[in-house]
T-cell receptor
Framework: GENVEQHPSTLSVQEGDSAVIKCTYS??????FPWYKQELGKGPQLIID???NVGEKKDQRIAVTLNKTAKHFSLHITETQPEDSAVYFC???????????WGAGTKLIIKP | ETGVTQSPTHLIKTRGQQVTLRCSSQ?????VSWYQQALGQGPQFIFQ???????GRGNFPPRFSGLQFPNYSSELNVNALELDDSALYLC???????????FGPGTRLTVT
C-alpha cells in the first residue's frame, strides 16, 4: 500500500541551530503535504503545509520544500527554541477525499 | 487551540464491549476525519464523513463505524473491542475533503 517514510526518528539539536526532517512518499498522485507538531498528551497541530504546485513555502522560522520528481519533502526549522521540542509528523494526501498517510514521526529535542 | 472538541478524554473498557466516541467540529467545517494513533506511531486513517455521508475508509474492519449529524458533529463506534484497539483516537475537521485538517485533543481508549 501507499506509505510515507520519515527520517530521522530522533533529532537532537543545540538551541539556536537549525533542524531538518525529511519525508518520502510513494503515491505519485499525492498533492497535499502537511506537517504537524504533537506535544505530549495533545492532538497534532498543523504548523505548515504545501501543495504540489509550489516548491517551497515559508512561515517565519519554519519552511517546507517539495520535490515532486523525487517524491520527497522536508521541514526546516531555523533558530530553534526550547518550545520547538515535540514530535513532528509529515503526511501526504491520498485519494479524492484527501485522506492523510502519515510518517512515523520525529522526536525533536532542543538542547539548552 | 483549534475549536475541535472530543469526549470523553479518557476511557477504559473491557475486551468485547462497545464504545462510542464523540467529536464536535470547528465552526464552518463540514468534514470530519477519524484517525487511530497507537503509542509511538503516526495516526492511521479510519474514515471520513462529508455532509453526513461516509467519504472514504481506511483499512479498518466493519466493527469500526461512524455517524455524522446535521450540525457536522460526529461519532465513532467500535464494537467487540479488542486489546489492540487501545490507542488515542483523533478526529479532525475541515471545510472540505481537500482542505486543511484541524485536530482535537483526542480520546485515550484503554481496552483491558
Amino acid at each position: 500500500g501507499e506509505n510515507v517514510e520519515q527520517h530521522p526518528s530522533t533529532l537532537s539539536v543545540q538551541e539556536g541551530d537549525s533542524a531538518v526532517i525529511k519525508c518520502t512518499y510513494s503515491d505519485s498522485a499525492s498533492n497535499y503535504f502537511p506537517w504537524y507538531k504533537q506535544e505530549l498528551g495533545k492532538g497534532p497541530q498543523l504548523i505548515i503545509d504545501i501543495r504540489s504546485n509550489v516548491g517551497e513555502k515559508k512561515d517565519q522560522r519554519i519552511a517546507v520544500t517539495l520535490n515532486k520528481t523525487a517524491k520527497h519533502f522536508s521541514l526546516h526549522i531555523t533558530e530553534t527554541q526550547p518550545e520547538d521540542s515535540a514530535v513532528y509528523f509529515c503526511a501526504a494526501s491520498m485519494g479524492s477525499n484527501y485522506q492523510l498517510i502519515w510518517g512515523a514521526g520525529t522526536k525533536l529535542i532542543i538542547k539548552p | 487551540e483549534t475549536g475541535v472538541t472530543q469526549s470523553p478524554t479518557h476511557l477504559i473498557k473491557t475486551r468485547g464491549q462497545q464504545v462510542t466516541l464523540r467529536c464536535s467540529s470547528q465552526s464552518g467545517h463540514n468534514t470530519v476525519s477519524w484517525y487511530q494513533q497507537a503509542l509511538g506511531q503516526g495516526p492511521q486513517f479510519i474514515f471520513q464523513y462529508y455532509r453526513e455521508e461516509e467519504n472514504g475508509r481506511g483499512n479498518f474492519p466493519p466493527r469500526f463505524s461512524g455517524l455524522q449529524f446535521p450540525n457536522y458533529s460526529s461519532e465513532l463506534n467500535v464494537n467487540a473491542l479488542e486489546l489492540d484497539d487501545s490507542a488515542l483516537y483523533l478526529c479532525a475537521s475541515s471545510r472540505g475533503g481537500d482542505d486543511e485538517q484541524y485536530f482535537g485533543p483526542g480520546t485515550r481508549l484503554t481496552v483491558t
